[in-house]
């Protein structure tokens, strides 16, 4: 690579204008922010400085942000001198992520241990501008608050799951969801691509699998990049062995033995499962995980394990019978165990690290034991509602890796308002207002010492209700910005207060750059 890069944006600008300043209102809010006299303006025949040629991408994400506002060519350079940004990669000791910000009058500066800290940098500089500069043929000159900023990720994983099974995302949707992510630094998306209701991703050695719109390994591709410029890892789910009605209506000899001439409905027949009994699954499934391994960089992958209608399915299976009294088990559950090691051997030998959906011995409280016994390796994901303080108790007891995402805080698809109810498909959900997603405490007062296992936080948008982009961006926002806070910022550091004065300006701000959201109207009362 050469040592400078021209990257080139088409925009009328006009540098007779008034000068637009934004107000400070960053979420999640930094560790440490002082606000300074005067302001850096944005202006043509800007110069950009990197440590490093690895921040190319980064400093290419920058522009495109300013692609709107800066009409002539932006000279991004390795040297150091005579530059209006400068990004200095350099081990400042912090965490991933983390970053140190200061713009003055005459220059930005911003020092980073790691790429994310850099993309954590360059989103809290979107923050700092108005959301009229997405706007093409706005004549304003722009400029950045001059600031001092310190900041640093509470936790790593800051996830937000995307239900593609029950509705479809096509590309610009996804890169959309991808977008607001980053700029509220949430950087794990967690993509819900099979259930019942559809398999929205193609397998070549099942071609029957996918549905009328699937992504191909190309569109797959292309959102990995894209996701991974912003700093956005992207991270697979297939579910198994329930919520696979899909699957088992093209493929009906997956089923147990008693389920396999009964009628499959995709997005009206539930509760079957694939038949723990069969050996044809477990290869079915490694060829399976060997595709979407293959498709994904990210070194993790979901596979499910919730919801499983064990008493319909494998306690009236003859093979799965056998298979109980060839290990001598006494329930039908304890078959969670031959199954999940056959599935998550095959994960293993395609080099990922398994991820479920944290089950319990009921599905409501009280509880006191996990359904089975999880391999040491599993991640967790608690999600039961008023059983995440059992669940969060249990595995740090057990060593297991656990990611917050209580559905009663942190399932996007509940209402967010009295009234405030999906257009179809109401199935009675609770209401989750914006004040009750803001309280969530990760770590559910325990003391630190008994946090170190939690992993982060994750907000959840099932499909089962969401009719369109428009109402998957409003049913999530602003209480994703809850859920970025709580990923974020310490516990010590946070306010309800505060937050509140911080949403209705990022309310604005989106309503301006044309994101369809909810207006906490409640909150100003």
Known sequence: LSSSLLIVSACVFSSCTPTVKQEIAILPTPVSLTEQSGSFVLKDGMKIGVSDQ????????????????????????????????????????????????????????????????????????????????????????YSIPAVQIEDAPRFEWRGFMLDASRHFWNKDEVKHVLDLMSLYKLNKFHWHLSDDQGWSIWIETYPKLAGNRFYTKQDIQELVEYAEQRHVQVVPEIDVPGHTVSLLAKYPDMACIHQREAEKFIGKTGHMMLCAGNEEVYVMMDDIIREVAGMFKSPLMHLGGDEADIPKNWAKCDLCRLLMKKKNYTEPVQLMIPFFENILASVRKYGKKPILWFELNNEYPPADDYLFPYPKDVVLVSWRGGMTPTGLDLSAERGHNVIMAPGEYCYYDYPQYKGDLPEYNNWGMPMTTLERAYRLDPGYGRPLSKQQHIWGVMGALWGEAIIDINRATYMSFPRAFALAEAGWTQMENRSWESFKKRVLPNVNELMKAGVSIRVPFEIAR
Not at 73 to 102: A, C, H, I, R, W
């Open 54 to 141: 690895s921040l190319f991408p980064a400093v290419g994400y920058l522009q495109e942000i300013l692609r709107n506002v800066i009409s002539s060519s932006v000279e991004v350079t390795t040297d150091q001198n005579q530059v209006d940004m400068y990004f200095q990669l350099k081990d400042t000791g912090g965490k991933p992520g983390s970053y140190k910000l200061e713009s003055t009058p005459e220059s930005v500066r911003v020092e980073a241990t790691d790429y994310s800290g850099f993309i954590s940098a360059i989103t809290t500089i979107r923050q700092l501008l108005p959301a009229t500069i997405e706007v093409q043929g706005e004549k304003q000159t």
